[in-house]
C-alpha cells in the first residue's frame, strides 16, 4: 500500500463526520423552509379562533361625517335668568325656598316687611282722596268760568292743582307698583306693612340669599330663578377652525362622564376672536336633555361634513409601527387532520371617525368585491403576529 494512498483514505475518515453534518444541517434547512410562513400572514387553528373571538364580514358602504371636537359649557338665554331683588330692601318676614326648589310664575318667593310701605299707602291714598276732590272742582270752576262768573286766573290756579295732584298719584302708583303693591286694589281698610316678592317666571331655585329676619337692602340678590326649558352651548374652537363652522351644523356633546349622547344645532358664530385666540360658536340644546343644567362643562363634536364612504368598524383597523392595518380571511385549509384558517394582514390608510365606523382607504389595485374582513379579533391576530408562538402554529 502506498504512502499516498494512506493519507488519502486518513483525510477521508478524518472529514466524513463534517460532510454527515452538512447533510444533515442541509436537509433540515429543507424542511423549516418548506414551512416559512410570508410576514403578511397569520395562521389559526379553529379552537384558537373562537378563543380570539373571531368575526368576519363584508365591506360596506357608509354616510360618515367630517368632524371638530371642542370644549364649552352650557348656558342660558338672558330672559331665562332672573335675579330677584326686594326695590325698595326691607326685612324678610317668611320664606320657605331652598336651592333646587321649582317654582311658578307669579309664585311667592318670600314676605318682605317695611314701614315704607305704609308711607307709600297713606300718600296714596290721601292723593287719591285729593285729586277727587281737586277734579271736582277743576269742572266746576270750568263751567262757571264758561257763564263769565269766575276769573280766568282763578280757573289757572285750579287747573295746576289738579294737575300736579294727577301727577303725584300717577308717581305714586308706580312706586307702589315697584314695591309689589297693587294700586287698584288698594283703600284705606287693606293697608299692610308687607308685600310678597313674586318669582317673575317657571323655572327653579339656583341660589337662595335670605332667611327670616335677614335685612336686604334694593341691591342685595335674594333669589336667581333659572328657567332650563331653552338651553345653548358656548362653545370655544380656535381661530384656525374658525372657516368651519356655519349655522345649521349639528352639535353632539356629552356632559360629566356620561355616556349618553345629546344633541344641539349651531345657530349663531362669534364675529370675533378673543384675546387668546379662540372663537365663539354658539348651539342651541335640542328638548329631552332633563340632567343638562347652565354652568355644566361639555365635550362637543361639531358635524362639518358628510359623505358615503368605505368604512369599517374602528376595531376592525389595527396600529402597528405607526402604520394601520387590517386582516382579511385569505383561506381555509388542513394540515396533518388539523384545520387552519389563513388571514392577511394588509396596509391600509384612516380617514374620518364617526360613530364607531372609520374610513378605509385600500393599497392600489386591492379588490374589495366578495373580500371578508376580521371585524372582530383583529388585535388578537395582531398579537399572534407580534407574539409568534403564543396563538398562532
Sequence with gaps: MSRSYIIIRLTFLLLLPLIISCERS???????????????????????????????????????????????????????????????????????LIPG??????????????????????????TRNKLEYAAAEFKRHSELYKEEVYSEMNLQQVTTDYKSLKVQLAALEQKLALAGLDPKSLNEDNISRT????????????????????????????????????????????EKDASKVAGGQKVSFYINNETEVHDAEVYQTGRSVDADKTYKVYALVRSGCQNVLPGMYVNATIELSGRSVTALPSDAVVSFDDKDYIFTFLMNKQE????????????????????????ISFPSGFIITGVRVVLKGAYNLLSAKKNAGEMAC
Excluded at 105 to 125: C, D, P, R
Excluded at 213 to 235: A, M, R
Design 101 to 126: 326648589n321649582p317654582v311658578v310664575k307669579g309664585q311667592t318667593l318670600a314676605v318682605i316687611e317695611n314701614q315704607e310701605f305704609v308711607n307709600l299707602e297713606e300718600s296714596y291714598l290721601e
Design 336 to 359: 396533518k387532520g388539523v384545520d387552519f384558517t389563513e388571514y392577511r394582514m394588509v396596509e391600509v390608510r384612516k380617514g374620518i371617525t364617526e360613530g364607531g365606523f372609520t374610513e
Design 26 to 96: 442541509a436537509g433540515k434547512t429543507e424542511v423549516v423552509s418548506a414551512g416559512i410562513i410570508p410576514d403578511s400572514i397569520v395562521e389559526l387553528r379553529s379552537d384558537q379562533i373562537r378563543l380570539a373571538g373571531i368575526d368576519t364580514g363584508s365591506i360596506d358602504m357608509h354616510y360618515l361625517s367630517n368632524t371638530l371636537k371642542v370644549i364649552g359649557k352650557v348656558a342660558v338665554p338672558p330672559q331665562n335668568f332672573v335675579t330677584v331683588s326686594a326695590p325698595l330692601g326691607g326685612f324678610i318676614k317668611t320664606t320657605s
Design 195 to 238: 308685600v310678597k316678592l313674586i318669582s317673575p317666571i317657571s323655572g327653579f331655585v339656583k341660589t337662595v340669599n335670605v332667611n327670616a329676619g335677614k335685612s336686604v337692602s334694593s341691591t342685595d340678590v335674594l333669589f336667581e330663578i333659572v328657567n332650563t326649558d331653552k338651553l345653548y352651548l358656548e362653545l370655544t374652537l380656535f
